[in-house]
């Protein structure tokens, strides 16, 4: 059974910790647009499968759809050698969204160094 958003029972797609509540992306932005307090809550996205937990989680007024899996999840599809957007395929409610796609592994850390550190200027 799909979790349901604790404001308005749209299918939910993220918790909020701070508010111990589930919610769906509008009410999500609803709430976290209050003020700036309130924007500070850490959100978690909802695995799109189970819709346990996901390790992808983070602050601000709104997120923008997003599509994650957990770490579970990921582990069955990756041992089945189903293709992740087959899962994806399976949830009707969400056909009239566009969604950002997560990738399964960390986001590489970016540096602000310049790797160039010679520069010369020949005229």
Excluded at 85 to 90: E, I, K, L, P
Aim: proline letters at 6%; one cysteine or more; a negative charge.
């Amino acid at each position: 059974m799909k979790k349901k958003c604790e404001l308005c029972n749209n299918p939910a797609k993220l918790f909020c910790e701070s508010d111990q509540a589930s919610l769906c992306w509008e009410c999500d932005t609803k709430v976290h647009t209050a003020n700036f307090i309130v924007t500070k809550h850490h959100r978690f996205l909802l695995c799109h499968i189970c819709q346990s937990l996901t390790p992808w989680h983070g602050t601000g007024p709104n997120f923008v759809p997003t599509i994650s899996l957990c770490n579970h999840c990921v582990s069955l599809t990756n041992n089945n050698n189903h293709d992740h957007d087959h899962h994806g395929d399976t949830d009707d409610d969400d056909d009239d969204e566009e969604y950002q796609v997560v990738p399964w592994t960390s986001p590489p850390q970016v540096s602000t160094s310049s790797s160039n550190s010679s520069t010369s200027n020949t005229k």
